[in-house]
């Protein structure tokens, strides 16, 4: 199974919009991130995990072509703002299928009303079938299993995935125990990691150390990373030697 980080980034990305922050104007290409995304291939499937701003520049320099499932984590906009450009995966493929807790399709389906609705569409809009993902329901994309993992995000419900071996969650602030059992000893655990920093609603480097000595994954991959968090290279130098920072256009394989 090969893992593509489409994007690493927090909800503004990096470089920030107007920032003179040292880490905005580095010249080190993997201190320059997305919003955070990540595309799996199985033997059989092609999947994306959440759909933000940058949807359209991640696909082209990922050269990804087919998207079998498109997975969402929760609904905030640098996780969902770029549903629209799986047009060209629409007409190539046709309906996308789309797989979210209930509350984030009825979210979706208000912001992007022409994509979900059957009646009156516009031309050239694209089209979804739609999946609830439910807490301790398993899923199959093709012959491919999906479990769904619960957290929250400060309050806000969330889902991160496993997919045989791997684990992605990002945005996470608390997880039951029950959860974190079904990831224990998982080989590839991708966990967000925004600074050092306390923050309300986001893992901090303490937090998302103290999580992965729970989970005891064999490597760990930070993600939805801060600008303030540092360059990636002084990042990379504080942490255990199985924990390494993701970025923009990393391939593992698990």
Same mark, same amino acid.
Do not use: C, K, N
């Given at each position: 199974m090969k893992i593509y980080f489409l994007g690493t980034g927090t909800s503004q990305g990096i470089p920030v919009i107007g920032s003179k922050h040292s880490v905005c104007l580095s010249s080190d290409s993997k201190d320059k991130r997305l919003r955070v995304s990540v595309w799996i291939e199985t033997e059989d499937a092609s999947i994306v995990i959440d759909c933000g701003p940058d949807f359209r520049q991640q696909m082209l320099t990922s050269k990804c072509e087919r998207i +079998?499932?498109?997975? #969402?984590?929760?609904?905030?906009? +640098?996780?969902?703002?770029?549903? +629209?450009?799986?047009?060209? #995966?629409?007409?190539?493929?046709?309906?996308?299928? /789309?797989?979210?807790?209930?509350? /984030?399709?009825t979210n979706l389906a208000k912001r992007f009303d022409y994509i979900f609705e059957t009646e009156n569409k516009y031309p050239g809009a694209p089209s979804v079938s739609t999946n609830k993902v439910v807490k301790n329901e398993s899923f199959f994309v093709k012959n491919t299993a999906i479990i769904p993992i619960d957290a929250l995000h400060g309050n806000l419900q969330i889902f991160g995935y496993k997919i045989q071996d791997f684990v992605y969650l990002t945005d996470v602030k608390t997880m039951s125990e029950e959860e974190i059992k079904k990831i224990k000893n998982c080989k590839v655990l991708v966990i967000n990691c925004l600074r050092e920093e306390l923050h309300t609603t986001h893992f901090n480097l303490e937090e998302a150390l103290h999580f992965i000595s729970l989970v005891q994954p064999k490597e760990t991959y930070l993600t939805h990373i801060s600008h303030v968090f540092g360059f990636h290279e002084e990042i990379q130098q504080k942490l255990p030697k199985n924990v390494f920072v993701a970025y923009d256009n990393l391939i593992i394989n698990c």
């Open positions: +079998d499932a498109l997975l #969402f984590t929760h609904e905030h906009a +640098d996780h969902t703002a770029g549903l +629209d450009d799986i047009r060209p #995966f629409y007409f190539q493929q046709g309906d996308i299928s /789309v797989y979210a807790h209930q509350r /984030v399709l």
